[in-house]
C-alpha cells in the first residue's frame, strides 16, 4: 500500500514562498527590457544675448522620458533562460524533497511496525524460556532432569530477557524516528 504524503506545515509555506518569489523574480526578467520612464522639469532663466545685457530670456518645459533599449545583446534572453532554468531547478528540489520526505515517512513507517512485530515475537519468546523454566523445576524437583537442564533452562531464560530489552530499546527507537518524521515530536 503506497501512501503519498504532502509536505504540510512550515516547511511547505516557505518551499512555497520560494517558488513564488523565484516566478516574480523571473517575470521582472522578463519585463526588464523598460529601463525606466522619468518625469523631467526645468525652469531657467538666462541671459543669452552678449550685446543686450538687460534682456533675460525665460526657458520652461516639462516632459517624460521612456528608456526602452533597441538591441541589448540578447542579454535579457539569457537572462529569461537562466530563470526558467532557476524555476526548473526549484521544481526539481521541490519534487526531490517530497520524495525523500515520502520515502522517510515509508521508510519509518515499515521500521516502526517490524520493531513491534519482532518485540511481540521476543515477549512470546520470553514467554515460552518461563514455561520451560517452570517445567524443569518441576521435573528437577521429581528427580526427572538433571541440574545441568536446570541451569540451561535459566540461561536461556536470561538470555532471551536480554533480547527482550534490546529489541525494547530498538523499538522505542523506531518509534522515536517515526514521530519525528511525522514531525509529532
Not at 516547511?11 to 523571473?26: H, P, Q, S
Not at 529569461?80 to 519509518?108: F, I
Not at 530489552?165 to 530498538?170: E, G, N, R, S, V
Request: glycine fraction near 4%.
Amino acid at each position: 500500500m503506497h501512501k503519498t504524503i504532502y509536505i504540510s506545515g512550515f516547511r511547505k509555506w516557505l518551499i512555497d514562498l520560494a517558488v513564488f518569489l523565484r516566478f516574480c523574480f523571473a517575470a521582472m526578467k522578463h519585463f526588464g527590457f523598460i529601463k525606466g520612464l522619468r518625469c523631467l522639469r526645468k525652469y531657467l532663466i538666462d541671459n543669452n544675448n552678449l550685446f543686450q545685457k538687460n534682456i533675460w530670456v525665460q526657458d520652461n518645459y516639462i516632459g517624460l522620458k521612456l528608456s526602452v533599449p533597441i538591441f541589448d545583446g540578447l542579454s535579457k534572453f539569457a537572462q529569461m533562460q537562466q530563470q526558467k532554468l532557476a524555476m526548473q531547478k526549484n521544481e526539481n528540489n521541490l519534487n526531490n524533497l517530497r520524495q525523500t520526505v515520502n520515502y522517510q515517512l515509508q521508510t519509518t513507517s515499515v521500521n516502526y511496525a517490524n520493531a513491534y512485530e519482532n518485540l511481540k515475537l521476543i515477549q512470546q519468546n520470553v514467554k515460552l524460556a518461563e514455561d520451560i523454566i517452570a517445567d524443569v523445576n518441576v521435573r528437577y524437583q521429581n528427580s526427572l532432569a538433571t541440574y545441568q537442564e536446570v541451569v540451561d533452562a535459566e540461561n536461556t531464560l536470561k538470555d532471551t530477557e536480554f533480547t527482550y530489552l534490546q529489541a525494547m530499546y530498538t523499538y522505542l527507537l523506531a518509534e522515536l524516528d517515526w514521530k519525528k518524521a511525522n514531525g509529532k515530536l
